[in-house]
């Protein structure tokens, strides 16, 4: 891996806490593991697969159909890029998948603890959850991508899968990021920025993805502290095998 991570690697993880590579292996198919770089935290892959069998599916046949291009990834982003646009036609209304918010009060109840349902004080703390969003929620199962944003970006994502796995909204968390290996490197082969009109620009294109970006080692990074709570999470690493010219 020759991402170009500056002088303090502390923040940056190869998974050490995911669950056995193992366990991967056994849920997902050669051409999906070759095709993506996938780590399983708290059982998440197993869950997936047994428990939401039809989601697990649904998930497999859309990571073999996966496709982005050189062009998408040099096209310039904006509020939403081609790649956040094309993830959207992939995990849709259609199927089950939309937008979610989720929102909770929070109803407190002090008890005497010798008298059997004698009420000391009650309050209501209301807005106790209030505007954790996932973008895509289907029954039980959510997903959330990242492709390049800042990498606190992470933390927001996993305290809201943390949010509605305790409020019991979802069982599993699904996380669509930067494989390790679309690094430096492979970004520099692309060579230079696209203009809106599809004309080429003066910028380089790996300077668009810094160290500091959505990227596989700074994901497992969080993982690996617990960040995700007592969620499952899978974490898809997006290679340059989805890649074409």
Same mark, same amino acid.
């Given at each position: 891996?020759?991402?170009?991570?500056?002088?303090?690697?502390?923040?940056?993880?190869?998974?050490?806490?995911?669950?056995?590579?193992a366990l991967v292996e056994r849920v997902f198919e050669p051409e999906i593991l070759e095709k993506f770089e996938i780590f399983s935290y708290r059982n998440a892959a197993?869950?997936?697969?047994?428990?939401?069998?039809?989601? =697990? $599916?649904?998930?497999? !046949?859309?990571?073999?159909?996966?496709?982005i291009s050189e062009e998408m990834i040099r096209t310039p982003g904006g509020n939403k890029g081609p790649i956040a646009k094309y993830v959207d036609t992939l995990f849709d209304e259609a199927d089950g998948w939309q937008e979610s918010r989720i929102t909770a009060d929070l109803h407190v109840r002090l008890m005497d603890a010798k008298k059997k349902d004698a009420v000391l004080d009650e309050y209501v703390r209301e807005g106790f959850l209030d505007g954790h969003r996932i973008d895509f929620l289907n029954g039980r199962v959510a997903l959330d991508l990242e492709w390049n944003s800042k990498d606190q970006t992470y933390d927001r994502?996993?305290?809201? =899968? $943390?949010?509605?796995? !305790?409020?019991?909204?979802?069982?599993?968390?699904?996380?669509?990021?930067?494989?390790?290996?679309?690094?430096?490197?492979?970004?520099?082969?692309?060579g230079k920025v696209l203009k809106k009109d599809g004309s080429e620009g003066t910028?380089?294109?790996?300077?668009?993805?810094?160290?500091?970006?959505?990227?596989?080692?700074?994901l497992l990074y969080r993982l690996d502290a617990g960040r995700n709570g007592g969620c499952p999470v899978l974490a898809i690493g997006i290679t340059p095998k989805c890649v074409l010219k």
């Open positions: 891996m020759s991402i170009d991570l500056g002088g303090d690697v502390d923040d940056v993880s190869s998974g050490k806490a995911a669950d056995y590579h197993t869950i997936l697969s047994e428990s939401f069998p039809d989601h =697990f $599916s649904n998930l497999i !046949e859309t990571l073999k159909n996966f496709e994502d996993l305290y809201a =899968f $943390s949010a509605f796995y !305790e409020a019991g909204a979802i069982d599993v968390g699904v996380l669509l990021t930067r494989g390790s290996s679309l690094d430096t490197d492979f970004f520099r082969s692309l910028e380089e294109v790996y300077k668009k993805f810094g160290a500091s970006t959505t990227w596989m080692g700074k």
